[in-house]
């Protein structure tokens, strides 16, 4: 549901870390390039909100197509400007040196890296081109407004790309051209707002131009006055545009519904636009979930997306599709495989498509044997062939002897590696804040196995303070996940750090309670139309088992979650007997008959609650499992985060919460944060959250 570096050389490692943070990034300098003497001239602590945020944020931008260089993209947060700042990076695989790529102020993304090594890339909206081996940089374009979401076709003489297009008149200005300073929306349908944004009658289009040195044609509007995304809101972008390897068509995703259809539906398909004749045929007709991510095979002759079932269910399982363009035959290749997939990309050679899945608290990577004959309809070959006690977060490219991946652990933010086919190892190939961390006490991570109140195993992960000591009692934060289906594994957040609370002084345990994927299809089901029931279950039986530890000090345990994990926090306020002594809750559902009403993805609503209020077979949704009736059993000090901006939990929820707590004489406190959604996106507002979640746990626990 819910719907997700480096600090300085020599010296400059000695500023304050206030400096630090101030300062431009031509600091930015690869780790790689510092001595190991000048790191152990650091001396170690625990980990700060600001050492967080000084963390360089790594992207991996793509690999020259002779697999010789690595590009990668480093971000850093200035506080005093409160954004980040963006550069790109080349490293050698040969001798692993690395060069800053470019260095202007704003943020550069590549779109395509040729064989002469001229690398285009995005900046500022236009297109830039820069080579590998040296020169200056060139602009390309001068579009009004830019571009986006930019894809070239095979020839490099077509673009791809897509632009918001006025078609409804929702918003005042553009309904009375004669009140240009009024601000009013008006409505006569659903899908009036969206995450974190009100539908001003703008939809974005994708639009294809022919493109000769910079020079842009005519743009065709592809969707033309169709009220449709494309990319598909809120979070779609380029991955939603693919060109034909023949360049004489277009693919892409869209979900063609509006108004309630649009907002009770996740039915997204794939679509391919002729050029020519500019017709457009539905590949995935009958495919009724989400259709996303179409894909060729390197040679062309195959085409793959991934694919969910179940119209209205959102964290369906997530199959691989492959498809033969010249027969429209297609194959499930994961259908008979108990997981869900999160990304995927194909072999060179054609033969293998690798992808990367939730299991067993990590997420891995797979391999995928593709069937040469599509009529044979023995199941395809499916292995693991990674593992280990880290999160393999994307594909970026294969090389002769491995692939090139990202990565994250619970205490490591994302770094680019390079995985042996051989040894099954990770190697990094970007250590752009290892002097940071070199900086920092450790915290030590382990699994954990508890039964479950229905006999079930229960995994869970546990991280540890610094230099703990079995022989001391700690306080311990139980952290609620969100989704519901979304996996606990060695991600890494620069929000809900776990690195940071541990180095605080408190074990954090984190539960794989129902729902969350990893763990077989079922067990991530179990949780829809169930919200209330065995997931908060394995919550309080994650705990008790934990608390029988002779190092976790009973009476200092508190519970901390976002999203569903939220609504788990107002669950358990009303139902933990005791067990807990302080909780926080972000953007939690507090009272799901108003959530119902005023949230705006309904399809999940319906699917996960079972329907509206109204319809008296969902009755336990909105009364057993609904945190507003166990207010009255509301006793433990509690902290509320919302956001107002928050239209997938509406900014009702977090305010009711508190002004129950505050009407019963519960210890609260409510931090409202006007310009924020969901999340936190604000560095400044960042380090106000930290603030004050840790200064409520200083209090309350």
Not at 51 to 69: F, I, M, N, Y
Not at 427 to 440: E, G, I, K, Q, S
Not at 562 to 591: N, Q, T
Request: hydrophobic share 35%; with cysteine.
């Amino acid at each position: 549901m819910y719907m997700n570096k480096l600090s300085v050389l020599a010296a400059a490692l000695l500023i304050s870390v206030t400096t630090v943070a101030q300062r431009k990034p031509e600091v930015k300098i690869d780790k790689s390039l510092i001595t190991t003497k000048v790191q152990e001239s650091l001396g170690k602590k625990n980990m700060t909100a600001m050492d967080l945020w000084e963390l360089g944020r790594v992207s991996a931008e793509g690999l020259s197509p002779d697999g010789k260089t690595l590009l990668y993209g480093v971000s850093y947060y200035s506080l005093n400007d409160n954004k980040s700042e963006k550069d790109l990076f080349a490293l050698s695989l040969a001798d692993k040196s690395v060069k800053q790529f470019t260095a202007e102020a704003g943020g550069e993304s590549v779109l395509k890296i040729e064989a002469n090594g001229d690398v285009i890339y995005s900046f500022k909206g236009q297109l830039w081109r820069k080579n590998l081996h040296g020169g200056a940089a060139v602009q390309l374009t001068d579009v009004e407004g830019g571009l986006e979401n930019v894809k070239f076709s095979p020839d490099g003489k077509h673009i791809l790309f897509s632009k918001a297009v006025l078609l409804k008149n929702y918003h005042s200005v553009d309904k009375y051209k004669d009140l240009p300073k009024s601000n009013i929306y008006i409505y006569d349908d659903l899908d009036y707002r969206h995450w974190d944004s009100f539908n001003d009658g703008r939809f974005n289009h994708p639009f294809i131009a022919s493109y000769t040195d910079g020079k842009i044609g005519e743009a065709l509007d592809i969707l033309k006055d169709e009220p449709y995304y494309s990319p598909t809101a809120p979070f779609g972008g380029a991955e939603d545009f693919t060109w034909s390897p023949d360049g004489k068509s277009v693919l892409y995703v869209c979900k063609k519904k509006f108004g309630k259809d649009y907002a009770t539906s996740t039915n997204t398909d794939i679509y391919e636009y002729e050029v020519a004749t500019g017709k457009t045929k539905n590949l995935s007709e009958g495919m009724l979930g989400y259709d996303t991510n179409p894909v060729f095979s390197p040679d062309g002759k195959r085409l793959s997306w991934m694919s969910m079932k179940t119209d209205g269910y959102e964290a369906d399982k997530n199959d691989i599709i492959l498809v033969d363009p010249s027969t429209s035959q297609k194959v499930n290749l994961t259908a008979h495989w108990d997981g869900t997939v999160n990304s995927f990309a194909w072999s060179k050679d054609n033969k293998k498509i690798y992808f990367v899945a939730p299991t067993r608290g990590t997420v891995q990577l797979f391999a995928i044997h593709v069937p040469v004959n599509l009529n044979v309809r023995s199941l395809p070959v499916i292995e693991q062939i990674s593992d280990g006690q880290f999160d393999i977060t994307g594909i970026v490219g294969e090389l002769k002897d491995g692939l090139v991946v990202t990565s994250t652990k619970m205490t490591q933010a994302t770094e680019i590696y390079h995985y042996a086919f051989k040894s099954k190892k990770l190697a990094p190939l970007t250590t752009v804040n290892d002097a940071h961390y070199a900086r920092l006490n450790e915290t030590k991570v382990e699994g954990r196995f508890t039964k479950a109140s229905d006999g079930e195993d229960l995994f869970s992960w546990v991280i540890y303070p610094p230099d703990f000591d079995p022989t001391k009692k700690y306080p311990t934060l139980l952290f609620c996940q969100g989704g519901p289906q979304s996996a606990t594994t060695q991600g890494y957040s620069f929000r809900w750090s776990f690195q940071l609370m541990a180095s605080q002084g408190y074990i954090v345990i984190l539960p794989n309670r129902r729902g969350m994927p990893g763990w077989g299809v079922k067990w991530n089901e179990d949780i829809s139309k169930d919200w209330g029931g065995q997931a908060i279950r394995d919550y309080l039986s994650a705990i008790d088992d934990f608390s029988k530890e002779s190092y976790v000090d009973k009476s200092r345990i508190g519970a901390i979650g976002a999203s569903y994990g939220g609504y788990s926090v107002f669950m358990l306020a009303g139902v933990h007997e005791g067990r807990f002594k302080s909780l926080i809750s972000h953007c939690g559902l507090f009272d799901m008959t108003s959530w119902y009403g005023t949230t705006e993805e309904l399809f999940f609503a319906n699917h996960d609650l079972g329907g509206a209020y109204w319809d008296k077979k969902n009755e336990k949704t909105y009364t057993d499992f609904n945190p507003i009736k166990h207010v009255d059993k509301w006793n433990t000090p509690i902290l509320i985060f919302q956001g107002g901006k928050d239209y997938r939990v509406p900014i009702g929820q977090g305010l009711e919460a508190f002004q129950a707590a505050q009407l019963k004489g519960v210890k609260s406190r409510l931090v409202y944060m006007p310009d924020e959604n969901h999340w936190v996106l604000s560095g400044h507002n960042a380090q106000v959250w930290q603030r004050e979640f840790f200064d409520w746990l200083k209090e309350t626990l």
